[in-house]
């Protein structure tokens, strides 16, 4: 992804850098950490850094920047606070510039600004899909995976707790082909699964804007399910989605809207694709496999086929969204 500087002269970026100051860090320094607020903008004169987030019980690495490089301006423009973590891997200089002494020179200096937020906007369209998971490609064939930590209390003592069966655990090798066939041959679109409580909740083409609650004990009983889901081909059922996009797309509230959301909605209704048949299948079928990771074991799982995201949230209350691919990665990092 572009720097939103990358389209400034060496002149303009003279202009911007000239009102940092040096600062020095050693290696295995950390410069901010995941939620921080945004107070600074690094330029990289010499040395190198990593910026990374933390996972399930693991670090995922995301770049690797040196000289020349810069980082942390789109949460200073923003007001946002960091979206993952950084630490240096070798002596480094930087040229270090303020939230405050940035948007001064924005003020000041209105071809930069122009040419700064231009990028922005561009940016802004594919962070709002991206952050909201419903980019126009999906997550297709990316291993995506997002860690979202729990309370901490709850993961220090996840290690301790004592595991129990749950009404879910005894039923699941006959649960797991009827969400499939929920999925793949019904009316459902989306399924999240409580496995402590054996809470299901259910959204269906029927109704696509709200959610059945059902017990899961219930849902191994065919004519339970014959009863509340009636059958569909799978193709028609992605035809009917796609028609509520299309009716949606034409609102002309779409047109008010600003000008990264309208453009990133638009191309997202007019790309969509559903998520396979074969990857709903693969994924359900993988169930028995979260609750048995060592320490940790999933209290929650959410699956639909409109995004390529599975969210899962563990024992230790920590949430992860993945993709498909992503979600096998997982499997194999933890199992």
């Not at 691919?325 to 997982?330: A, I, P, W």
Request: net charge negative; aromatic share 10%; glycine share 6%.
């Amino acid at each position: 992804m572009p720097s939103i500087f990358s389209e400034l002269t060496q002149e303009e970026l003279q202009k911007i850098r000239s009102r940092s100051h040096v600062k020095t860090c050693q290696p295995g320094e950390r410069l901010f950490s995941e939620g921080d607020a945004a107070d600074f903008i690094y330029f990289i004169d010499v040395g190198r850094v990593s910026i990374f987030i933390d996972k399930f019980n693991s670090k995922e690495e995301l770049q690797v920047l040196g000289a020349g490089d810069c980082f942390g301006e789109m949460a200073v423009f923003n007001n946002d606070r960091r979206t993952a973590s950084c630490r240096t891997l070798e002596e480094t200089r930087f040229d270090v510039l303020s939230n405050e002494d940035f948007l001064g020179l924005m003020a000041t200096e209105p071809d930069i600004s122009r040419k700064i937020k231009a990028l922005l906007n561009a940016r802004n369209e594919e962070l709002a899909l991206k952050e909201k998971l419903i980019d126009a490609t999906g997550m297709r064939g990316q291993h995506m995976h997002i860690g979202i930590k729990g309370d901490p209390s709850l993961r220090e003592s996840a290690m301790t707790r004592e595991r129990h069966e749950s009404v879910v655990d005894k039923i699941l090798p006959e649960l797991v082909p009827s969400l499939v066939d929920m999925l793949v041959n019904r009316c459902v679109h989306q399924i999240f699964l409580g496995f402590n409580n054996g809470e299901v909740r259910v959204s269906t083409i029927l109704d696509p804007f709200s959610e059945e609650f059902h017990p899961a004990i219930r849902l191994v009983d065919a004519s339970y399910v014959e009863r509340h889901f009636p059958k569909i081909d799978y193709e028609r059922k992605v035809a009917l989605i796609r028609s509520v996009y299309e009716v949606i797309r034409g609102d002309t509230y779409f047109a008010e809207l600003p000008d990264h959301l309208n453009k990133g909605f638009m191309r997202y209704f007019g790309n969509w694709q559903p998520v396979s048949r074969e990857e709903i299948a693969r994924t359900v079928s993988r169930l028995p496999q979260l609750r048995e990771i060592p320490n940790f074991y999933v209290r929650n799982f959410t699956i639909g086929i409109v995004k390529d995201a599975i969210h899962m949230q563990f024992n230790c209350d920590g949430s992860h969204i993945v993709s498909a691919s992503g979600y096998d990665k997982f499997l194999e990092e933890n199992f």
